[in-house]
Every structure is written in structure tokens, then in C-alpha cells.
């Protein structure tokens, strides 16, 4: 019953299984592929100009609006040029060229994996901080729900979670629709504030006083707020990692989406940017600057509500940049044997059910971690991707001037200072943010390339003892040709052993066969013998006494002095019935015995377990 | 490695194994066995009269003093007839009376099952409340640990279980020293009290000033201090369940721990709840009323550090009444079929360890969840006690007038008033207590009656579907005795599947061999066909593609159409091969498949599985 209702709830949450020729199917275009990947990248000017204003304001005060503006300047000149340095990557690697595979193929394995670790980390992080930021939004709609911050976001997680579930396709409509509502509302915002401001000259009080300044500004002050800001463009890399999952012609239409993406966030982060100047708007822990300025344009209006939902929307939205990418990554990574493989394998709805349920789980634990404050998290973030950003870049370098093809030096040229720019931010990152909790990622990175390079150790020498080829078939067959042993366990004399041993009788005909058992007490041997003789059986039973109590130790030490006699290669076959109950917690009532006894078995390559099964009714 | 630590470790924490024949060693004589049993109703000295001080202090002022001694000595009355009608059911039931044996004997299985539950919660009750009790005492001498007051407590409880998993003649002796200096150091600091008092008329100004009355003496507050007070009383019952933990005379050396048990605490408890009147002892959270009394007696010197590090270690030890008493009971009930068995099975050194660990966690789980606050514990305390006293009396009372032996007129005089007064406790404390937490214990006894009720049904049936007599074994050994069909699961062509191939070849000659491969494309599907050309092996191969990925459902599919062809009683053997990877976290690696197949396989009473297992190196 257990199952049936397990079974019915999957299909009703996750939907009917889909067939691998669905495949093609589940593609996107450029008006769906616009929302589900660069909603990452759209949704963070609802925190990144918080971020930099928390850097700014308890310092320098008023002089904040001003360093606000040339930050996020700044920072939209670094996204042309990951724009442009993206083109190329798109170009050159139509299967998806994402920073692991660049970084692999131009600098090595090592490069690869710390690159692909850098993204998985960030790949949660944006989970965990997208999904925090988004019930920031709720919050400053309705304060009440402060109380239940963790609640909230782990249960948008999990919409998250079962969306992606169901698979890419029904997730791109599903998703796509909010994020084109939020573009509408924001440019609305924008538009009405700055007619408002120039035109009409209205400027409202701001919600909270500017702090006084207690400090002047430093370079090192900057470059913080820089390092904050930076967290605006995690979403960039997304687009170019999943050229797969668009529809053909597949390289043009990631072009055309990295390319509105940028537009778009320039113009959103700027429009915002300059009205929160305006508007002096001030960062607090139950109102978002967003939702200050949404405030202020529309007065507290329908539309503020409006802007702050669909924000908390496309936050969540963003979050499932994530969804697509990590799993699709570490799909990848684990086709070359870098990670374990169930992360290739393709769930029911043909997404990588595995990787999905890894970021949902690491997500969430961030966020109950950190309790879903976007502000605590900021310090793990954008790290990462800057890391892997690097390491992409200086990989396209390389390729350009090992292959040296037409117009090698303009492009190199592109990538090259795209290189230099991303190694400058990670290491401005790392140093403004090192103990804020940078260093955790830092970290962390090398032990994920560790784990990586052992499991590919692995999975290669399991490879070499497994392979086969034509011509060593007979003599691995000759190997194995003799078993005259069969050993059958008997734990008392009932029917379920009968059965067992007259299974064996049959399978067996003419071998060495004999019964085994060992027992707990005197008494106990005394009587299975005499059972024994009184049922008439005719194949010899061994009564082993156990003083300590102990089922297993007794049956190895037989079967190994039974191996002992036997030649190299022979096989001993073991027969044990095994209960098999009809309601799964039936299994508390008998004791796993049967399945440690396999277990321990198994560990013996000269050992086969043949497991009867005697299945109880009720 | 990770295994041979862990025995490493268990080995030094619980010592070598024990053999069946060391088993009478393990007894308690005297002087161990009152310790060991008695520590339990000693111990509670140290917070039943905090408990009635309690009911009281906040209500009717300085007259509190007066009515605790009252109420002390109603429980001490309730004490002696207790101790007399236990006496008689130690003499009748040489084998340990406990509750559930006694009730079961006279008035049936339900009653008995009733008083084994009310016995099981009550040790859980016992162990969370007296290792939270001894960490109070030891944070009314060193406030600082205040904040460790959980952690303190888990820690005591996991000493307790290990010190129990070594067995019980070791705990007693590491368990009795402590126990003796207790006694000693109380009876000390009751003598030094009462003769300042007394004689010098010394009487230091209490620690916190007494409340003022906010009301007057009502019947129900006396009843409510009453039932607080009776959680002084849980120990004796576990005296006569544990007579076969006794040396020889066993039943005498039992009623003798039993009348010096009694003994014991009427003194110290009239010695202390004099005190407490005398110096006017005021409940606090830090500081308990033992403490307060030692405090004035000693003037906080040496002794006071004496009483109360003895007072946390003897309510440690008094948890350790549980530890003995519980495990034996599960025992019993296991034995009778009411209880999965694993509760009936002696562990490596001769205790019951299932038993053992369910009480530590059962009581960790508590201590959790009340914060180690013995004062929160109390509701859900002593009415499983009391019931079970009523049930045991109940049922010694209808013994008596059954058996109508000589003298039975005044034994079951004893035992029925013994039935009365603890039933009329049990309404007092039912009724006192209900709204604070009793109603959770009045709940959960039904529910655990009838889990019971249910193991018992599950394993009735299931000796009745395994039962076999020399008469059936025949037509039971005809039943299963043709099988002509082997099926050999492939995944890929690899060495495994070769040796799994080969052992089922020559194990099954001349049998209906076929190999089986489930493809997850089409692609597979081909590879897998050229390369068993290719090898030349001579079974047919069975191609069947998934297009949901799935490996399970084709193959129960195609078994299911082939025992379809087959006759009834058929057996179907289907071999594989099984990777067995020499460190544990491997496993991560290869999924789980070979398990899950097995396991859904065996649900079919005429499928045999045969694992061949291949066992990789590092």
C-alpha cells in the first residue's frame, strides 16, 4: 500500500515516464530559452545593488549614490566583456562549452575539474542565495512572513525541485512566463520613476535616514563593493554551457540570448541603480532597496505589488538556472568518469534526476545553514564563477594561438584580456571577501578535484579488471568449470529450508551436497539432528555449536576449510532460503540475518549464494 | 580499515565476547544486588521532595513545610504496604515476578501486555528523568554548566549503555562503590543536620527567600503533591523482576534487597523532608533543595562537594536500574512472541544489547526534547509505574482466591488492599497530572498493547506457514522439484558476466540456458549483439530495449511470460553477477542495481536468485 501511494503521488507530481526517442522534443527556443537561462543573471539586480549600497552607506554615507553609480558601471563594462569573450566560446564549442570542458580541452584535466568544481559550488550557491533573495521580496511585501524566512524558501526549493523533475520543456513554460512579467514591470518601474524624477522633479522621502558618513573613501572600500557587485553575473557562463539544450540552429540562438541578456541587464541594473540613487534608497533587513524604490515610484500602489511578487518570482526563476545547468555539468563530468555515474543516467522524464536532487539537497542545507539571509551568503558567492570564468578564458587563449587559424589574433586578443580582467576580479574577490567566508570555497575547491581524480582512479581500474576481449573468452572460461561443493543453510528444520534444500537436491544432481547449521545453544543442536533423522532426510547435516552466539564467523571458518580442500577455481556453492515478508515493515520482525550472511559471503570470490526465496502470505 | 576500527574500539569499550557458559557468573549477590536495584528508589530522595515542595511553595507559603512532611509520610505508608505485598509475589514467582508475568499468569494476556507497557515506558521514563536529575545536581554545584545541561545528560545516558553492553556482574561492581558512598555521605548529613538542629539549634537563613501565600490548602493540591511524590516509589517493582539476576538463594536474597531498599528510603527521605522544613528549602532551577540542605548543613565545605557529585552519580546509577530491569523484560515479552526477537537474543557479552540500546535511545530522545529539565519529565512520570503495580496486585489478589491455599485469606488481604490503594494512585495521579502530560502515556499504552497484538498475530502466522512435520515432508519435498529454466542477467560483456555465464553453465547442465540484456538505446542493443558474435559464445542471448530507462520492469516482465510457459511448481534460477568492492565507500560508485533486482525478483515464490560475485581489487 505503501508503494502504490508512493507510486500514484510520483506520477502526479513528476508525470507519466517519458520514452528516450521524447528526446528531441524537449528543446528550447530563443523566446523560452531567454527566460529559463538568463533569469540568473536578469534577477540579480535585485540584490547586487544592495550589496554594493551595504558596502558603501554605514562609510561613506550620502557619497554612496556616487560610488553606486561608478560600480555598477564597472561592472557592466566587465559583462560586455565576458559578452564578447563568450561569443567566442559559443562558437567554437557547439556541444556546450561550458568553462569545464574549455578549460579541459586548452589547459589539462586538473584545470578542467577545478573549473567544473568551481561551477558546481556556485551552481548551488545561486539555489541557495536566488531562492533567500526571493522570500526577501515576499518579505518586504507582507513583514509577517519574517518568521517563517527558512520555511519559505526551502518550500520554493522544493517547487523548484519538482518542476525540473517533470523535465526541461514543461520547465521553460512553466518558468518563462513570470520572468517576461518581470521584464515588463521592471522597464514600467524605470520608466515611471525616471519621467517622475526629470520631468515632474518628484523626488519622495526616502523610508529610512541615510546613515551619517563615518569614513572616507578607499581603494579597498571600492574594490569590496566591486567584489559585492560582482554577484550580478553569475548567470553569464549558463547560456554557454547549455548550447544542448537549444533548438537548431543551436550556437545562433545562444548567441542571440547571451546577447539580450546583457541588454537587458545593463538596462535594469542602470535604470535601478539611478533610481536608488535618487531615491536614497537604503538597504534593510525586512525591506529590499527594490522594494523601497518600487514603493516610491508607484506609491505604494497595485503595481508595487505587482514588481515585488513577480521579483520573488524571477529570484526563484533564477534559481532554476541552476537546475538546468548543474545536472546537465555534472552529467558531463561524470561521462568521463569524474564523478559517479549516477549522474549520467537520465531519469524518467529524461532529466538528470540524480544531479537535480543533489543541488535541491546542498541548497537547502545552505540555506538552513545561513537562515535563508541572502546578505550571509554573499560572501561564498560569485567566487567560483569568476574561478571558472578564468580558467574558460585563458583556456579560448591558448586554443587561439596553438591553432592559429585565420584572425588567431583578434580573437586571441578578445579572450585574452577577458582572461586577465575575470583573474584580476577572483583575485579582488578573494582577497576583499578571504575572510568573510571566501575561504571556505577556497577551500573546498581542491578537495572536489581531489574526490574527482579518485573517482576516475576508480572507475579505470575497475574498467581493466572487467574488460574483455575475444580472445581471452576461453581461457577466462576455463577458470571456472568445477564446483562440487554445495552447501545448504539451515536455521531450523521447517519448510522453508525444505524447500532450499530440495532446490538444491535438483539443481545439483550427483554434486557434494550437505546441510549446515549452526546453533546457539546445546540443546538446540540436540534437536534439529534429531528432527532431522526423524524427517528421513538423506543428505548429511554439519551442526556447528556457537558459544558466542555469533550466525556468521562458524560459516566462514567452515566454508573456508572446505575451499582449502578443494582445487584452485573450484566454486562453492552456497543455498540459503531467504523470508521475504509482503508489508515492508514485516522486515523488523526477522532479523536481516540472511542478507549479512550474503553480504559477508559474497566477499569470497570462490563463494556463489543461491537465495530461495519462502514468501510469507500477510 | 573502517572496520577494523570499529572493532578495535568496540572490543576496548565492551570488551571481548563472552561464551554461553560463562553465563551463571554473572549474578548478583547481596551486597552488589541492592546497589545495582535499589539505587532507583533511593535516588529519587533527591527530587521527589522537590517535586512535592513544588506543588506547594507558589501556593501556600511557609505551610508547605508542614504539608510536605504529611505527604512524605503518606508515601512512605504507600511504600511499606507495597513492600509487603511484593514480598509475597517474590515467594510465588521464583523466575521474576515482574507486572507483565504476574498479570498475564491471573488475569490474561491483555492486562499483562497492559503492565508490560506501562513497565517499558516507565524505565524509558526512569533513565531520561534520572540522568537529567543527575545533572541538575551537578549544576547546583558548578552553575557555569548551565548551558551544557543536555549534553552533560546524553553523556551520562552513553556511559550508562556502554557500561551495560560489558555486562551485568561488571556493572554492578562499577556501579555499586558509588552507591555506598551515597548512603553514607546522606546518612551523614541527615545526623550532622538533625543534632545542629536539634541540639545546637543552628539554623542559617535560607538560600531564596520563601513565597508569600497566594492561596489555602485544597484537597486537589494536596492530591497533586501527593502524585509528584510518587515518583519516589518506581524502583520497588524492579527488584522482583530481576530475582533470576540473584545468586542462589535467589528469592530470599531478593526480599532481603527489598525490605533494606524500604528501609533505606523511608529514612532518607524523612531525614531530608526534616531538613527541608527546617531550613526552608526553596526549588530553583540551579540549585536544587538536596543541594540547598547540604549547602546549610556543611556550610558549602568539603561535604557539600561530597553530596553532591555522590547524589549525580547514584541518579546515574539509578537509570542503571533500567538498564538491567527493561532488557529482561523485552526479553520475557520476546520470548512469549509479543516483541520482534531481536529483544530475546543475548548479546556478545551476555546482555540483552537490543534491549539496552532501545532504552538509550528511547531516553536520549526525551532528554532532547525536555531539555534534560527533570521537573518537565514528571507528568509522564509514575503513572506507568502505578499501573503496573495495580495490574501485579490485581492479579496476585485473584491468585490467591483461586488457589485458596492455606493462609490465602490474609495474602490476598495484603495483596488486594496493595490492588486498592495503588489503583486509587493511579486516578490520583491520572487525574492531577492528565493536562500536564500524563494523557500521552494514557495514549500511548493502547497503541503499544496493540503493536504487540500484532507481532504476536505476525509470527503465529508465521510459524504456522513454515511448521513441518516428518508426516509432510514428502509431499512438500515433491512439490518443488523440476526447473529447467536459467537465466543469466547480462549488463555488458565484461569478465563478470563471463564467470556468471560460466558457473551457470556448468552448474546448470544441460538446463535451458539464456542470457538476458536490458539496453537503455538502441545503440547498446546493437553493441551488445556483435560483441557476443564476436566471443563465440553458444547461449542465446535476449535483447530486450527499455525506452524508459528502466532495467527492472522488462526483466520481471520477460520471467514472468516464461514461468507462464513453464509447469506449475517450476522454478526459475536467474544468476548474476554482483561486484563486491573491498572499501565501503565505493559503493557509491556501482548503484545499487544488483540489490534492488534481487530483491524485487525474490518476491516471486518460484524465482531463485544465484549471485556470482566479482570482487575488484582496491
Chains 1, 2 share one sequence.
Not at 558603501?56 to 557592466?76: E, M, Q
Not at 523533475?165 to 513570470?178: A, D, I, Q, T
Not at 533564477?318 to 552529467?331: D, K, Q
Not at 536532487?357 to 551568503?377: G, I, K, N, T
Request: glycine residues 6%; charged residues 15%; hydrophobic residues 50%.
Amino acid at each position: 500500500m505503501f508503494e502504490r501511494l508512493y507510486g500514484k503521488a510520483k506520477k502526479f507530481l513528476i508525470g507519466r515516464p517519458l520514452k528516450n526517442e521524447d528526446l528531441h522534443d524537449e528543446k528550447l527556443n530563443i523566446f523560452w530559452g531567454l527566460p529559463i537561462l538568463a533569469s540568473d543573471a536578469i534577477s540579480s539586480v535585485a540584490y547586487a545593488g544592495e550589496e554594493i549600497l551595504i558596502v558603501f552607506i554605514g562609510v561613506i554615507g550620502l557619497l554612496s549614490y556616487k560610488y553606486l553609480f561608478l560600480t555598477a558601471l564597472a561592472i557592466g563594462l566587465l559583462l560586455i566583456f565576458l559578452v564578447f569573450s563568450y561569443r567566442q566560446t559559443i562558437d567554437c564549442y557547439p556541444n556546450g562549452g561550458g568553462a569545464y570542458i574549455v578549460a579541459k580541452d586548452n589547459l589539462g584535466v586538473t584545470p578542467g575539474l577545478f573549473a567544473g568544481s568551481a561551477l558546481i559550488v556556485d551552481y548551488i550557491l545561486t539555489v541557495a542565495v536566488s531562492a533567500s533573495a526571493g522570500t526577501s521580496a515576499l518579505i518586504s511585501m507582507m513583514g509577517f512572513l519574517s518568521n517563517f524566512r527558512v520555511e519559505i524558501t526551502i518550500f520554493l526549493i522544493v517547487m523548484m525541485t519538482l518542476g525540473n523533475l517533470r523535465g526541461v520543456k514543461e520547465s521553460s513554460r512553466m518558468f518563462g512566463v513570470p520572468t517576461y512579467i518581470f521584464l515588463i514591470s521592471m522597464f514600467t518601474m524605470i520608466i515611471v520613476g525616471v519621467v517622475k524624477v526629470t520631468f515632474f522633479h518628484q523626488i519622495p522621502t526616502a523610508a529610512f535616514p541615510v546613515p551619517e558618513a563615518t569614513g572616507s573613501i578607499t581603494i579597498f572600500l571600492a574594490l569590496r563593493a566591486f567584489s559585492a557587485g560582482c554577484t550580478a553575473l553569475t548567470g553569464v557562463e549558463a547560456v554557454s554551457n547549455s548550447i544542448p539544450n537549444f533548438r537548431d540552429p543551436a550556437q545562433k540562438n545562444a548567441k542571440i540570448v547571451l546577447m539580450l541578456l546583457a541588454l537587458l541587464v545593463l538596462s535594469i541594473f542602470g535604470g535601478t541603480s539611478y533610481l536608488a540613487t535618487m531615491y536614497h534608497a537604503v538597504p534593510h533587513e525586512n525591506s529590499t532597496v527594490l522594494s523601497q524604490i518600487a514603493y516610491s515610484v508607484f506609491n505604494g500602489g497595485f503595481m508595487f505589488y505587482v514588481i515585488q511578487i513577480t521579483t520573488a518570482v524571477i529570484l526563484t526563476m533564477a534559481a532554476n538556472t541552476s537546475f538546468s545547468g548543474l545536472p546537465l555539468l555534472l552529467s558531463l563530468i561524470a561521462k568521463d568518469g569524474y564523478a559517479p555515474r549516477q549522474f549520467a543516467k537520465r531519469g524518467e522524464r529524461l532529466g538528470y534526476s540524480n544531479g537535480i536532487l543533489l543541488l535541491a539537497v546542498a541548497s537547502s542545507l545552505l540555506v538552513m545553514r545561513y537562515e535563508a539571509q541572502p546578505h550571509q551568503l554573499m560572501p561564498l558567492y560569485a567566487i567560483g564563477v569568476f574561478i571558472s570564468f578564468t580558467l574558460s578564458q585563458t583556456g579560448m587563449f591558448m586554443r587561439w594561438i596553438s591553432i592559429r587559424k585565420e584572425g588567431w589574433v583578434f580573437k586571441a586578443m578578445i579572450n585574452g584580456t577577458g582572461a586577465m580582467i575575470t583573474f584580476v576580479t577572483v583575485i579582488i574577490i578573494g582577497v576583499t571577501k578571504f575572510t568573510h567566508g571566501a575561504w571556505m570555497v577556497v577551500v573546498l575547491l581542491p578537495f572536489l578535484v581531489w574526490l574527482m581524480r579518485q573517482t576516475k582512479d576508480h572507475y579505470e581500474g575497475f574498467a581493466r579488471q572487467l574488460k574483455l576481449s575475444p580472445d581471452n573468452v576461453d581461457e577466462e572460461t576455463e577458470n571456472i568449470d568445477v564446483q562440487r561443493h554445495v552447501v545448504v543453510l539451515v536455521s531450523s528444520l521447517n519448510k522453508a529450508s525444505l524447500k532450499a534444500i530440495s532446490y538444491a537436491r535438483d539443481l545439483c544432481e550427483g554434486r557434494n551436497i550437505v546441510a549446515f547449521h549452526v546453533s546457539l545453544s546445546i540443546e538446540e543442536s540436540k534437536k534439529i539432528k534429531e528432527k532431522w533423522v526423524e524427517c528421513g532426510l538423506d543428505i548429511p547435516l554439519i551442526v556447528k555449536y556457537s558459544p558466542y552466539r555469533e550466525l556468521i564467523n562458524p560459516l566462514v571458518s567452515y566454508i573456508e576449510s572446505e575451499e582449502h580442500q578443494s582445487s584452485i577455481g573450484d566454486m562453492i556453492t552456497v543455498v540459503m532460503p531467504q523470508f521475504v515478508v509482503s508489508t515492508w515493515w514485516h522486515s523488523i520482525y526477522h532479523n536481516q540475518t540472511a542478507n549479512a550472511i550474503r553480504k559477508r559471503l559474497l566477499k569470497d570470490r570462490h563463494v556463489a549464494v543461491v537465495t530461495v526465496p519462502f514468501v510469507l502470505d500477510r
